[in-house]
């Protein structure tokens, strides 16, 4: 979506919220949805969005925070910070195996060699795929992220199914993302927390030796970063 119409769409939102929120409860009748109490709204924001949107008000109403400044955040997220953040960090990893010991070491102080900064203070740590080892990450409680290196997480991220499979069944999971993990391979979950993120270092494709670094970036997807696809010579379709 254009930043300019998000932007009308998200202030807009928050001038409506109340006069929404209010309605639905003054209107309520018992033993009917929310959606059928408002009858103007076709779609009625989840109770969680509801609950954002009111503390933004709330913050911005007293002065606390700066609503162009809560827009260019949100803008960074959107349209600014992605996957190809995390690809730089993986591409560089692959050819310089300096780089490499020290984001596996302390990945959080190596990305910011490239320019990516922690913006909440969590840790963010490397978890390096080989012949032998296949790491995934998952947050099992809600849907922490490695945000700054890889944008916005993809709904199957955060989708119940995938949050409790992907612990119980990795290797099955895996499978339907189009990953047969051999049985002489160990696979391993990281559960992602509010205080540590994941990403993995997936393995450099076969036949990549001669590209550049811009050109292994490139092949890099957001999927292989966690753990569910590996990187071939190809980049592949990323899942939404
Ligand atoms: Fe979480």
């Given at each position: 979506m254009p930043k300019s119409q998000d932007s009308v769409g998200r202030r807009g939102f928050l001038r409506t919220t109340a006069t929404g929120a209010a309605g639905i409860v003054a209107g309520g009748?018992?033993?009917l949805g929310p959606t059928r109490l408002v009858p103007d709204q076709s779609a009625v924001p989840s109770d969680l969005t509801l609950r954002v949107k009111?503390?933004?008000?709330?913050?911005?109403d007293k002065g606390l925070v700066d609503p162009a400044a809560l827009?260019?955040?949100v803008d960074a997220f959107e349209t600014k910070i992605g996957p190809r953040n995390g690809a730089r960090v993986v591409a560089r990893a692959w050819i310089d195996p300096a780089y490499k010991k020290r984001l596996l070491a302390d990945a959080a102080t190596a990305m910011e060699?490239?320019?990516f900064h922690r913006h909440q203070g969590e840790d963010i740590v490397a978890l390096e795929n080989t012949a032998k080892v296949h790491?995934?990450?998952?947050?099992t409680l809600c849907s922490c992220y490695p945000w700054p290196l890889l944008g916005l997480p993809p709904v199957w991220y955060k989708s119940a199914p995938y949050r409790s499979r992907a612990v119980i069944d990795p290797r099955g999971v895996l499978k339907e993302f189009g990953l047969d993990i051999g049985t002489d391979v160990a696979v391993r979950v990281w559960d992602s927390t509010s205080e540590v993120r994941y990403i993995v270092l997936p393995e450099r494709?076969?036949?990549?030796?001669?590209?550049?670094?811009?050109?292994?970036?490139?092949?890099?997807t957001r999927d292989a970063m966690l753990g569910t696809?590996?990187?071939?010579?190809?980049?592949?379709?990323?899942r939404g």
């Open positions: 009748t018992p033993g009111a503390l933004e008000s709330l913050l911005v827009d260019r955040i060699e490239l320019g790491n995934m990450v998952v947050c494709p076969a036949g990549s030796e001669g590209l550049s670094e811009d050109a292994l970036a490139a092949l890099v696809a590996r990187v071939t010579l190809t980049a592949t379709e990323v």
